[in-house]
């Protein structure tokens, strides 16, 4: 009962909450992030030229192109069956990249059958 009322994502929230109002009244020191903090340049943010995600663009679809679109539909349609059960899922997932499936096609075979997880809001 308590779960589906969200009483512990409630007294989480709520302990976050009061943590976080001690560090910044310095109630709470925390070295490094209220006090004794040290002035350093901020890192160099990694920027990635976006030829980048149109070359992986292209080697994603030669990829496509050259593996069997059959028998990988075949090794997630059995991960998808053994997702269902309570097989262990590694084998099925060796398979599915053994023939090329891509992370992305493995994660929506089981999405299809554990759905997602959305958080309820609490208020």
């Given amino acids: ?4 009322r969200s009483y512990p994502q409630r007294e989480i929230a709520e302990a976050s909450y009061r943590y976080q109002m001690a560090l910044d009244k310095k109630e709470k020191i925390m070295v490094g ?4 903090v040290s002035e350093e340049k901020p890192l160099d ?14 080697r994603l679809s030669k990829l496509r ?13 059995a ?3 053994a997702a269902e059960g309570k097989d262990n899922l590694m084998p099925f997932i060796f ?3 053994k023939s090329y499936a891509t992370l992305g096609e493995i994660c929506d075979a089981m999405r299809d ?3 997602t997880y959305e958080e309820v809001a609490i208020t």
């Fill in 1 to 4: 009962a308590a779960i589906e």
């Fill in 33 to 36: 992030v209220n006090d004794f």
């Fill in 45 to 58: 943010t990694l920027q990635i030229h976006e030829s980048v995600a149109h070359r992986q663009s292209e």
């Fill in 65 to 77: 192109a050259m593996r069997s679109k059959e028998e990988v539909t075949r090794l997630l349609n």
């Fill in 79 to 81: 991960l998808r069956t």
């Fill in 95 to 97: 398979d599915a990249v």
């Fill in 113 to 115: 059958v554990f759905g």
